[in-house]
T-cell receptor, first 115, second 111 residues
């Protein structure tokens, strides 16, 4: 088990549901990330938070809404998703991204299925 | 726009053989390159990180090289074992502090 945890590990939701993914890091890092891994596509960065402030939004649709209340917790709020949003959602953390050489540590992911 | 390619997409070898995994990237202006391992349905485990000023990193049976000028990295796994079966991903960190990932190489080591 890594220092980055994610809950739930599996989630099945309908297109009209609202749900949230949670990520927590126990590594004392100040930067957190959401990635999406779809079948047969490379991992894609979605959002970056640096000291609780969003510094990157990689053209993600508004049906995905991130929240970072403190440096240890990161949420991804989901609403009115589409079946093509089904994927593995991975959270990562690192020291603040101003230090370009820092290594990212990943959580186990949440497997999301949208029906 | 940075693009990362991993060839081959899949590889099957008998136990004991050395593994050679390739990663290429289009923009050589990178800060570092990271190799990850991913087991089916699981998250990523960091294996090695090579800073842009370094040419290689070693950890146990793993050795990764980096040739920034030609946009290439190679991951060598010596004396492969069935437990090495997984998908191996490389990612480069460039301007904007983004990690750009390759599509991965799926490795099967047969006993």
């Amino acid at each position: 088990e890594t220092g980055v945890t994610q809950t739930p590990r599996h989630l099945v939701m309908g297109m009209t549901n609202k749900k949230s993914l949670k990520c927590e890091q126990h590594l004392g890092h100040n930067a957190m990330y959401w990635y999406k891994q779809s079948a047969k596509k490379p991992l894609e960065l979605m959002f970056v938070y640096n000291f609780k402030e969003q510094t990157e939004n990689n053209s993600v649709p508004s049906r995905f809404s991130p929240e970072c209340p403190n440096s240890s917790h990161l949420f991804l709020h989901l609403h009115t998703l589409q079946p093509e949003d089904s994927a593995l959602y991975l959270c990562a953390s690192s020291q603040a991204t101003r230090q370009e050489y820092n290594e990212q540590f990943f959580g186990p992911g949440t497997r999301l299925t949208v029906l | 726009k940075q693009e990362v390619t991993q060839i081959p997409a899949a590889l099957s070898v008998p136990e004991g053989e050395n593994l050679v995994l390739n990663c290429s990237f289009t923009d050589s202006a990178i800060y570092n390159l990271q190799w990850f391992r991913q087991d089916p349905g699981k998250g990523l485990t960091s294996l090695l990180l090579i800073q842009s000023s370094q040419r290689e990193q070693t950890s146990g049976r793993l050795n990764a090289s980096l040739d920034k000028s030609s946009g290439r990295s190679t991951l060598y796994i010596a004396a492969s074992q069935p437990g090495d079966s997984a998908t191996y991903l490389c990612a480069v960190k460039a301007a904007g502090n983004k990690l750009t990932f390759g599509g991965g190489t799926r490795v099967l080591v047969k006993p």
